[in-house]
């Protein structure tokens, strides 16, 4: 990842809360046909690892499992991001259009478990989604016999983050004045969650 060091996210905690935020990832592997990319929930284990562990699933159907052979797979995980206009600054004629995100990449080597441990992912990742939900959906409530179908269908796999990347471009290189004026368009424009990153990190900045 290119990150320009105003821009780099090298904090663990703040990568790891990236992931949190931003769970659905993109898993992409080579292969003989070339780049292979799949779209999945992950779940972070932060204390398992040196830089976390996450755990995934994709259906026994998809090819990319195959490519699971010892070789390193990128994960991506894409945060806030929106269009930032030169019209949004003081002076229009110094400035150009930019794009202003958070993202984090996470590398490891991705090992695949048995139809048991695919269970407890599926039941793991369900939990997390539907704990917040007042009439939350429980593995068990499926009938038996689908409940045993389903972890055979699926290739779970966990994934050691051996290496771990971040970057935050959040016009960090424009005075503060001009940032507010971003962070103000920005939410005039609906990407509420991008300006409240923006605010997070002028906070951070004045403690």
Known sequence: MYAPKQFALDDLA???????ACDFGIA?????????????????????????TLYGHMARANPHPK??????????FNGPHGYVSPTWYSDRTMNVPTWNYVAVHAYGV??????????????????????????GWSMNELKENLREMLP???????????????????????????????????????????ARRMEDELVKELN
């Open 14 to 20: 703040a990568q790891h809360a990236v992931i949190e």
């Open 28 to 52: 992409v592997s080579n292969g003989e046909g070339g780049l292979f990319a799949t779209h999945i929930p992950m779940l972070l284990v932060p204390e398992e690892g040196i830089c976390g």
């Open 67 to 76: 490519l699971f052979d010892g070789s390193e797979v990128l994960v991506i």
């Open 110 to 135: 991705p090992e695949t478990l048995p139809v048991d441990g695919a269970g407890k992912v599926l039941e793991k990742i369900t939990r997390k989604y539907e704990a917040s939900r007042p009439n």
């Open 152 to 194: 055979q269908q699926v290739v779970a796999f966990r994934l050691p983050i051996a290496r771990i990347e971040g970057k935050a471009k959040l016009s960090q290189n424009k005075p503060r004045s001009e940032r507010e004026r971003v962070i103000e368009e920005l939410r005039a424009a609906g990407e509420t969650k991008l």
